[in-house]
């Protein structure tokens, strides 16, 4: 089946540094892949839309030069998060839709395992 | 627009016991919805969907829920828990468009006591 791979899964950085996560669709070709960011004990919370090719498209209330999105093939997007702070610690999850699903919508979704992300 | 509401938090049943999770769910449009499960630090499965197709949808691990239109619910069942099914329950909607996007809610934790 559809696998994602996250990389890394777990990250460690200083303040102020930049930080890149990685997401490869493994056998499988993504048209489209969605950036969340999941606090503790909560919901997963969109970020933004990554088409291949395209600029990524952000939801209300997220910093597009924070959060820098690139997806540069079909099989890897992936998310910087730039000058990081202790309040950007958080996970990441990205989800991957095959293309060849088509217009298939969200029930082609397929996630990654998660990158968790600590700021001291 | 749409929305998915997980009332409550926690739910601790005894091995053995039946499984209930509830999700209702607000779509201006038919929606697709979803159950994930997500262990302690790691990343969504997916344990069935509802897609327009037969109401009553089985997934993996035994789960079930049922699409009730009249109700705007789609709960999680199980007949019986395993400890194995300790994690938070993830419950989801989206539209029917190529770009639609996935809504969550809260999510829900489930234990299972010995």
């Known amino acids: 089946g559809a696998v994602v791979s996250q990389h890394p899964s777990r990250v460690i950085c200083k303040s102020g540094t930049s930080v890149k996560i990685e997401c490869r669709s493994l056998d499988f070709q993504a048209t489209t892949m969605f950036w969340y960011r999941q606090f503790p004990k909560q919901s997963l919370m969109l970020m933004a839309t990554?088409?291949?090719?395209?600029?990524?498209?952000?939801e209300q209330g997220v910093e597009k030069d924070k959060f820098l999105i690139n997806h540069a093939s079909l099989t890897l997007s992936t998310l910087t998060v730039t000058s990081a702070h202790p309040e950007d610690s958080s996970f990441y999850i990205c989800s991957a839709r095959d293309r060849r699903r088509g217009s298939s919508g969200a029930n082609v979704l397929t996630f990654g395992a998660g990158s968790r992300l600590t700021v001291l | 627009a749409q929305s998915v509401t997980q009332l409550g938090s926690h739910v601790s049943v005894s091995e053995g016991a039946l499984v209930l999770l509830r999700c209702n769910y607000s779509s201006s449009v038919p929606p697709y919805l979803f159950w994930y499960v997500q262990y302690p630090n790691q990343g969504l499965q997916l344990l069935l969907k509802y897609t327009s197709a037969a109401t009553l949808v089985k997934g993996i691990n035994g789960f079930e829920a049922e699409f009730k239109k009249s109700e705007t619910s789609f709960h999680l069942t199980k007949p019986s828990a395993h400890m194995s099914d300790a994690a938070e329950y993830f419950c989801?909607?989206?539209?029917?468009?190529?770009?639609?996007?996935?809504?969550f809610g809260k999510g829900i934790t489930l234990s299972v006591r010995p």
């Open positions: 989801a909607v989206s539209g029917l468009g190529a770009n639609s996007k996935l809504t």
């Open positions: 990554s088409n291949e090719g395209s600029k990524a498209t952000y």
